[in-house]
């Protein structure tokens, strides 16, 4: 990383306490020597310097009161990372873990994500280390109104439009959103993920995990391959999750594993069915565990504490979290021949895992394209909110399978201009940062 060394240090030295972020940096500057190589004027200009470093960056307090009449504290955050292809674009998270380096990592990553789309919309991310788990509805209602309260100054139509992420779902889009409209006393697509009743789009809850399937169909025709008859190795269960199982039943593929953070679940019979249905029962009990599959379907096994990456399988999408494919994963993964990832979750591979995975001729998938289709169809619900229309789900997904399978094409094209082969992790880093490089890059040194 020759001419991006210095970028690079910048970094750590201006982040101190903030691995997440860090490794995030790391993963696509190092992808970038070759563009940094044939565009001398980015550099002078100063683009990969300025890529790395959020517009602006929010912290603020949010005070509610719990059911017993206690006042708790918890800590807000939006980081409006870049905006020079649009309105910041990106979710809200709600978890204990949240933390500063994690909403940066999250919004610098959605930069390139949004790009991929080719659609106009920019990079941001937020959320608070609350934690809905065990809440009422009415703590909950309390917590968003008084989040909102701060976020309602920063965000709208035109700059900033949130969306849901981890612990943020239809019921807490609904809070915000109601308390933005009277705050700001206007109806506007201020937020995506709405419900059905008030501007949501039809298929937005199942979209990011059918784009995810849309991108391993790509990755296989690639080979010559199929989705057909393959045996799939989930994490997580909840939203990407359960529409990454959807799709792939759909296309004839076998799913046997969910996770939690209790253990994984292996269902070698397959995830279908009722048993598809249920974990939409499973993830709205808040209760954030997988165990009770097992105890509900007999042919089910639960191992506690364990990941499912032990697990034979032709194909494996982790849909969980960050970072939870650690290198002793990788080294299992490789021992049970696998060959092909694909990430639903934002960046669930450490960067060592991922050289590793790749070493051993592993195809990856990378999770700024391939989990792309949940922001693409929310700029798909800003459209249908600015033209006050309603799209029918069929449309939806005509558009969503339109985008990523673009998405791959350029993520292939990029790597293979640059030398790299099919190197998708490569060629999403390039063609991610080319287009907003460019836009900054004629928008001057703001």
């Not at 990454?244 to 253990?263: Q, R, W, Y």
Request: aromatic share 10%.
């Amino acid at each position: 990383m020759k001419t991006l060394s210095k970028t690079m240090d910048q970094v750590a030295k201006r982040n101190p306490g903030e691995p997440e972020f860090y490794q995030a940096v790391h993963e696509v500057l190092e992808s970038l020597e070759p563009v940094a190589e044939q565009h001398p004027e980015w550099v002078e200009a100063g683009i990969f310097d300025r890529i790395v470093e959020p517009e602006r960056q929010i912290i603020f307090r949010v005070p509610w009161v719990d059911d017993d009449g206690v006042v708790q504290v918890n800590r807000g955050f939006r980081v409006q990372f870049n905006s020079a292809l649009g309105p910041y674009k990106g979710g809200l998270r709600f978890h204990p873990s949240v933390n500063i380096s994690i909403i940066k990592f999250l919004g610098y990553e959605q930069t390139f994500k949004n790009s991929l789309t080719g659609l106009p919309i920019g990079g941001g991310k937020g959320g608070s280390d609350f934690d809905p788990k065990g809440k009422s509805d009415g703590e909950i209602m309390r917590f968003c109104q008084s989040f909102m309260n701060e976020l309602y100054r920063h965000i709208g139509p035109e700059s900033d439009v949130p969306a849901g992420d981890i612990g943020v779902g239809g019921r807490e889009i609904g809070y915000l959103f109601g308390q933005y409209k009277k705050l700001a006393n206007r109806f506007e697509g201020v937020l995506t993920g709405k419900g059905l009743a008030y501007g949501g789009l039809k298929g937005r809850v199942e979209a990011t995990g059918y784009g995810i399937v849309f991108f391993v169909r790509e990755m296989l025709k690639h080979f010559g391959e199929e989705v057909k008859g393959k045996t799939v190795v989930v994490s997580g269960f909840g939203n990407v999750a359960w529409g990454t199982i959807n799709k792939l039943n759909e296309l004839g593929a076998k799913v046997i594993t969910i996770s939690g953070p209790d253990g994984y679940i292996l269902d070698e019979n397959g995830i279908k069915g009722e048993k598809e249905d249920y974990l939409l029962e499973l993830r709205s009990s808040c209760q954030d565990i997988c165990e009770p599959y097992a105890k509900k379907f007999a042919d089910a096994k639960f191992f506690k504490g364990k990941k499912p990456w032990e697990v034979k399988a032709d194909i494996y999408i982790p849909c969980a979290t960050q970072n939870e494919i650690l290198m002793e994963d990788a080294e299992m993964l490789v021992s049970n021949g696998c060959r092909y990832i694909c990430e639903g979750s934002n960046m669930p591979t450490t960067n060592e895992a991922t050289a590793y995975l790749q070493k051993n001729n592993v195809i990856i998938g990378p999770a700024k394209a391939a989990n792309a289709g949940g922001v693409a169809c929310s700029c798909i619900e800003m459209r249908q909110n600015a033209e006050k229309t309603v799209f029918n789900a069929d449309q939806v997904y005509k558009q969503l399978e339109e985008i990523m399978v673009r998405i791959h094409s350029s993520a292939a094209e990029a790597s293979e201009k640059y030398g790299f082969g099919y190197n998708l992790i490569v060629g999403a880093n390039i063609a991610g940062f080319v287009r907003v490089a460019e836009a900054m890059y004629f928008q001057g040194i703001v």
